[in-house]
């Protein structure tokens, strides 16, 4: 039975795909900073269904969540890489401190749960629902064409996050010891709503 590692399912997206993973009959481990707020997704499928503290910025909770993951339910095939948030200034205003918790967040936090889950897999295999979710801002954005200044940073990070999902696919054919990986990259194009999270500096 396939397992999916879901980031931050407290809400939206993650939420939302967790029970109808679950619903479909498939493993899932459901993850979020807080798992108190995912625990009644876990109480509906109490079979197939793991809770887990994750923080992608700390790589102790990444290898101890993909860990967990490998033990309940013996690998990760699918992983679903939603977590992210936004981050509007102009590049010269930008804070330095939330710069790097940007980065943490929406790439080196998603590249370690990547390094991870297909370590945790044998052989390598993973299905990878990617970042270009995180591509898409609203349709305000792209009316106020002035107002795409401030989100060169989000780019920045995201896109980061989808050329190394992408690297990972392509050149990863085969290990050493000449067994296959199978990486697969699926980018699904959801209409992020993320003002509310968006850390103004203008």
Same mark, same amino acid.
């Not at 590249?111 to 970042?131: C, F, N, R, T």
């Not at 993320?194 to 103004?200: A, T």
């Given at each position: 039975?396939?397992?999916?590692?879901?980031?931050?399912?407290?809400?939206?997206?993650?939420?939302?795909?967790?029970? /109808?993973?679950?619903?479909?009959?498939?493993?899932?481990?459901?993850?979020?900073? @807080?798992?108190?707020?995912?625990?009644?997704?876990?109480?509906?499928?109490?079979?197939?269904?793991?809770?887990?503290?994750?923080?992608?910025?700390?790589?102790?909770?990444?290898?101890?969540?993909?860990?967990?993951?490998?033990?309940?339910?013996?690998?990760?095939?699918?992983?679903?890489?939603?977590?992210?948030? &936004?981050?509007?200034?102009?590049?010269? #205003?930008? @804070?330095? /401190?939330?710069?790097?918790?940007?980065? &943490?967040?929406?790439?080196?936090?998603?590249?370690?749960?990547?390094?991870?889950?297909?370590?945790?897999?044998?052989?390598?295999?993973?299905?990878?629902?990617?970042?270009?979710?995180?591509?898409?801002? &609203?349709?305000?954005? @792209?009316?106020?064409?002035?107002?795409? &200044?401030?989100?060169?940073?989000?780019?920045?990070?995201?896109?980061?996050?989808? #050329?190394?999902?992408?690297?990972?696919?392509?050149?990863?054919?085969?290990?050493?010891?000449?067994?296959?990986?199978?990486?697969?990259?699926? @980018?699904?194009?959801?209409?992020?709503?993320?003002?509310?999270?968006?850390? #103004?500096?203008?």
């Amino acid at each position: 039975m396939p397992t999916w590692l879901i980031k931050r399912c407290s809400t939206g997206l993650g939420r939302h795909l967790a029970q /109808a993973v679950l619903e479909g009959g498939w493993n899932a481990v459901v993850t979020a900073r @807080d798992p108190a707020k995912v625990q009644d997704i876990v109480a509906a499928y109490p079979d197939t269904a793991l809770a887990l503290a994750l923080d992608v910025t700390d790589r102790t909770h990444v290898a101890e969540a993909v860990r967990q993951a490998e033990t309940t339910f013996g690998t990760v095939d699918v992983l679903v890489n939603n977590a992210g948030h &936004g981050y509007r200034a102009a590049v010269e #205003e930008a @804070d330095e /401190a939330d710069v790097d918790e940007l980065f &943490g967040a929406n790439f080196f936090g998603p590249a370690q749960v990547i390094i991870k889950a297909v370590e945790a897999s044998d052989p390598p295999h993973l299905l990878l629902l990617g970042s270009d979710a995180i591509q898409v801002v &609203g349709a305000a954005l @792209d009316a106020d064409r002035a107002a795409l &200044g401030g989100i060169f940073l989000l780019k920045g990070s995201s896109g980061a996050a989808r #050329e190394f999902e992408r690297s990972m696919s392509s050149n990863t054919d085969r290990r050493q010891d000449q067994t296959p990986n199978y990486i697969f990259v699926f @980018d699904p194009i959801f209409l992020v709503k993320f003002s509310h999270r968006v850390k #103004e500096l203008f």
